[in-house]
């Protein structure tokens, strides 16, 4: 009988790739294909409840493969975990994680039993509730945390509480209420904004599940330099996502605006003409366009300009020249922003017109036919 381990993802597949893109922390094994690379190295890589992971040694030489579920030393005790990964790309990951060759290694017990999935499952059925209770507790301690999620061991003989707190807290009566309350080793492990919203899940204001708990594994600071890069309107309610900090899609196209601005002037650098100085006031990167005004602070005789012509303008101001306005003739109006054409509409339309012109055909048919029985 095959048993599949339900640990916050969806089941992994030998050797492959998980056909769900939901699994962020799956990897896929390019080398599965090659003999030679299971023989490299004995240790394994194993996945636990959400992002999880760890890497054991395989000291029986238990064959092993993706998607097995083993049981694994812990203190105390065991644990319960999934396969994710074997052979030479497990060394990469673990030069990747940064761990230490002298830091503690522990063993692979062996694959797991009926026995040990049962425990499992019981301990497992006890994490929500055990995590409303800790918040009851904590609540009444008046310690200023929470706890977002709580994770039990395979063997339900310890209990890791994940908690987030804005300042340092003092939670050692904390740990022996709960002890007392659960009976358990109880371990806790404080975690970030971001870390929570990713191990909760939700959905974003795009409409999409958030990105955080769909396949970002390692999280990279966000600044109000992306945004300002951008020209996106720095307001915190829109910049902020559901874990109250700046949103991680922020930094997604920061790399092509900042190419996108070698092709631009500084904008630190004035313009200045014969009747006026002017000063940048927003870059449009998808039109090529920029525009400039007369007062740094707000918009104020504002002027729309190429940015090969603000190129141009630079170079007269270097040379001592000031050109008598910024549009390249005088007579010329301001430019005019780009409008697109829907293309889609001009097809609708047409078969639109083709359909009402059958239309007539038919009824201009059927009067005739009526009129010859007539």
């Known amino acids: ?70 049981a694994v030393e812990a ?75 709580v994770e039990y061991q395979g063997d339900g003989n310890k209990a890791i509480f994940y908690y987030i707190a804005d300042e340092r807290v003092d939670f050692r009566q904390l740990i022996k209420n709960l002890a007392d309350a659960f009976r358990v080793r109880i371990e806790m492990k404080q975690i ?36 300002r890069l951008q020209d996106i309107s720095l307001n915190p309610q829109k ?26 002037p500084s904008r630190e650098i004035p313009l200045e003409t014969g009747d006026n100085v002017y000063y940048h006031f927003k870059t449009d990167v998808f039109k090529n366009q920029m525009t400039y005004s007369t007062d740094r ?6 002027v729309t300009i190429t940015a090969e012509r603000a190129f141009d303008v630079i170079g007269m101001n270097k040379r001592g020249h000031k050109p008598k306005s910024l549009l390249p003739d005088s ?3 301001q430019v005019q922003p780009k409008e697109y054409q829907d293309v889609l509409e001009e097809n609708v339309n047409r078969f639109d017109l083709v359909m009402k012109k059958k239309k007539r055909r038919r009824s201009n048919s059927g009067k005739h036919h009526n009129q010859k029985k007539q």
């Open 239 to 264: 910049l902020a996502g559901q874990c109250a900090k700046l949103k991680c899609c922020l930094n997604y196209e920061v790399d092509a605006y900042m190419e996108a601005r070698r092709n631009f």
């Open 1 to 70: 009988m095959e048993y599949r381990l339900y640990n916050g993802e969806c089941c992994l597949k030998s050797k492959g790739c998980c056909s769900r893109r939901t699994c962020k922390l799956n990897n896929h094994d390019y080398l599965s294909d090659i003999a030679e690379s299971e023989q490299v190295t004995d240790y394994v890589e194993v996945q636990f409840k959400n992002t999880r992971k760890g890497y054991y040694l395989n000291s029986t030489k238990i064959p092993l493969v993706k998607g097995d579920i083993v």
């Open 75 to 149: 203190s105390p005790g065991h644990d319960v975990g999934t396969v994710t990964m074997t052979g030479k790309l497990v060394l990469l990951q673990m030069a990747k994680a940064r761990l230490r060759p002298d830091a503690e290694v522990r063993r692979i017990y062996r694959k797991a039993k009926p026995a040990d999935i049962e425990k499992y499952e019981e301990a497992k059925a006890k994490e929500h509730e055990t995590m409303i209770r800790s918040r009851k507790i904590a609540e009444h301690l008046g310690l200023q945390m929470k706890i977002g999620d």
């Open 331 to 333: 007579s010329e109006q």
């Open 297 to 302: 602070n707000f918009a104020a005789n504002t």
């Open 192 to 227: 970030g904004a971001r870390q929570e919203a990713a191990r909760i899940g939700g959905i974003g204001p795009c409409g999409r599940e958030l990105c955080c708990s769909g396949w970002i594994a390692g999280f990279v600071s966000v600044s109000t330099s992306a945004a």
